[in-house]
């Protein structure tokens, strides 16, 4: 029996095996290769034109929003946050101070305590607690200035407690009282008022903050609008020489719109950012110059009153002099009360900022020549004169101070209106840009793709 055996097809062994399909490509490279044929043709070129102009002009358009409303809110946080916390921070360490002042006036007189003196410090002390309620309103919860703030609304009520009993243990005509007031200082001038600086120095921060985020040119808007103009006018020149037309209405309306938006967007900024300038360096400049000097006298008067509570109790060695450490401290409180308020004369700019800060300095000039003759008589014993001549109601230092005090409040009250009018200015002067630009730049790019749109109908 032969076996079976199989058949071979010739040639079948020599035919090559079928060859792999090529590699797909992927979505990006098939995409490169559309676009690289359809710039073979003047419409896919048109068609890459018109959607990189679009594309140009409505990135200058999202870009100089996005940067506008950034400076827009921050020239509003200028002008209704941050600068009204940092002067509502000042009246906090004002009235504090002032509460103080008022506590020793009160003090010194005893018995004879008026019910003006009393008053006095009342609202001051109300007025601390209703700032420190607003400025608790508006910071950040866990910031460091909400930790002040808490510092502050824990240590008010432990003063009045030490004020108060004072007062009854001098009506009592107990000398522990004077131990208490002096204690009950000593808490505002080593913890009270060096919070109310802290904060009134983290709130001056911010808005220094504020000021840096507002003024710098939105350079990249510029550079976009300078570049989608410049791709504008590129793309006309060429569709002049290709044509021999002047002008194509789609691009002449994405060229104007564009132009307006840039031009928008360079003045506006340019003088908002001379207003919001102009509102700090005569504004808040003087406002912060103003706001030391009048801290200043507020705690010389301090210092004066307790210089008669003390009566020698408390001194300190300058040199090899052995002086009281309150009429000590008093003198250089003068001292910075005098360079402030000839800082802030430099910086007044017109009559009606430089005229109470003149008379201020008379006030001082005065306040001192009085508080000599005051010191002169308890040098020599003459406890009595040297109280009425800093607490009585003719001829005393009281008057100069409440002079230095109520000038300043003139002083303060004009340069706050002069900020306000700038940076009010500044901040008008963005009224509507972003929303302006967001809208003309869409206009600009439907303009310029309709433009285009009409160039290829005359390739159908």
């Known amino acids: ?39 073979t043709t003047e419409p896919g070129r048109l068609r890459i034109l018109g959607a990189l102009l679009a594309v140009l002009v409505v990135a200058f358009g999202a870009v100089t929003a996005w940067q506008m409303t950034d400076r827009t809110a921050a020239a509003d946080d200028v002008l209704h946050k941050s600068q009204p916390l940092t002067s509502a921070a000042a009246d906090i360490y004002r009235s504090l101070a002032d509460a103080n002042t008022a506590a020793s006036s009160g003090f010194l007189a005893g018995g004879q305590e008026t019910a003006a003196s009393r008053e006095r410090y009342e609202q001051d002390i109300d007025t601390a607690a209703a700032g420190l309620v607003k400025a608790a309103g508006s910071s950040d919860p866990g910031s460091p200035a909400a930790a002040t703030i808490t510092k502050l609304n824990i240590l008010l009520p432990e003063y009045k407690g030490l004020v108060e ?96 938006v840039l031009l928008w967007l360079v003045v506006g900024h340019s003088v908002a950012r001379a207003q919001l300038n102009a509102s700090y360096d005569h504004g808040v400049r003087s406002l912060n110059v103003l706001h030391d000097a009048r801290i200043a006298s507020l705690k010389a008067r301090g210092n004066e009153n307790l210089t008669l509570v003390a009566r020698g109790a408390e001194t300190i060695k300058v040199g090899d002099t052995v002086v009281d450490v309150y009429d000590h401290d008093f003198t250089e409180d003068m001292t910075a009360l005098g360079k402030g308020l ?3 004369r430099t910086l007044a700019d017109d009559h009606k900022g430089a005229e109470p800060v003149t008379s201020a300095v008379a006030n001082m000039t005065e306040w001192k020549k009085r508080h000599a003759a005051a010191r002169e008589q308890d040098e020599n014993g003459n406890y009595q004169q040297a109280l009425d001549r800093v607490i009585g109601d003719k001829g005393a230092t009281g008057e100069c101070f409440d002079s230095v005090d109520a000038n300043l409040a003139r002083a303060l009250d004009h340069e706050q209106s002069e900020f306000r009018q700038a940076a009010g200015d500044g901040l008008g002067a963005l009224t509507g840009l972003p929303l302006g630009a967001a809208v003309l730049a869409v206009l600009g790019a439907a303009g310029a793709v309709l433009g285009i749109g009409r160039r290829l109908s005359e390739y159908r």
């Open 1 to 39: 029996m032969v076996p079976h055996q199989a058949t071979v097809r010739p040639g079948a062994a020599d035919r090559p095996a079928a060859a792999a399909p090529p590699p797909r490509a992927t979505a990006f490279v098939e995409g490169v290769d559309k676009l690289r044929t359809a710039a």
């Open 165 to 260: 009993r004072a007062r009854t243990y001098n009506r009592q005509g107990f000398p522990v009282g004077g131990a208490y007031l002096r204690y009950a200082n000593e808490k505002m001038q080593g913890e009270m008022l060096p919070a109310a600086q802290d904060l009134y120095t983290k709130e001056n921060r911010r808005l220094g903050d504020d000021y840096a985020r507002a003024t710098p040119y939105p350079w990249a808007a510029i550079a976009l609008g300078v570049l989608a103009l410049a791709a504008l006018g590129w793309v006309q020149h060429r569709n002049y020489r290709r044509t021999n037309r002047v002008l194509n209405h789609g691009l002449v309306a994405g060229t104007a719109t564009a132009a307006v």
């Open 342 to 344: 000839a800082l802030a």
